[in-house]
């Protein structure tokens, strides 16, 4: 069995000043570059969120109140700001992140009629990223 690291959206929408920042979460970048540097991983993944512009979980694409909740295909949806959008300087990983060209990413969220909170699927769990098959 191989020992592997798996990065889950260290992308700049998600850290300060970014349209769904999670408080202080660049924090973990060095401790993240000393492990992407560790000599015991053999695998290294990422993933990053990576949404149409008109991702159907934004608020602004349904005319709803950020962080209201709403329907999605027959399920509860929080409508989340904008982030991450495909192109845009938030989709992108922190610059201080030192990914090398052993880390393999998987994009997540490119379907504009599902969410996806997982590195695997998208939440309802039709849809690989390729992250599960790639991994075994």
């Known amino acids: 069995m191989k020992k592997a ?9 998600f850290c300060t ?3 769904l920042a999670v408080k202080d979460g660049e924090k973990i970048i060095p401790l993240v570059n000393k492990m992407i540097k560790h000599k015991g991983y053999e695998v290294i993944v990422a993933t990053q969120d990576f949404h149409p512009a008109d991702h159907k ?8 109140d950020v962080y209201s909740v709403g329907e999605l295909n027959g399920s509860p949806q929080v409508m989340w700001p ?9 989709a992108k ?5 030192n990914l ?9 969220g ?3 009629e599902v969410d996806s909170y997982s590195g695997f699927f998208d ?3 039709n849809s690989s990223t390729g992250m599960g098959e790639w991994l075994k």
Do not use: M, R, Y
């Open 110 to 112: 490119t379907n504009k």
């Open 17 to 19: 000043g970014g349209a």
């Open 57 to 64: 979980s934004f608020a602004s694409v349904n005319e709803k």
């Open 100 to 108: 090398t060209k052993k880390v393999k990413v998987f994009v997540k």
């Open 82 to 90: 904008d982030h991450c959008v495909q192109g845009s300087a938030g």
């Open 93 to 97: 990983f922190h610059p201080d992140l």
């Open 5 to 13: 690291l798996i990065l889950v959206d260290i992308q700049n929408d």
């Open 123 to 125: 939440n309802d769990k």
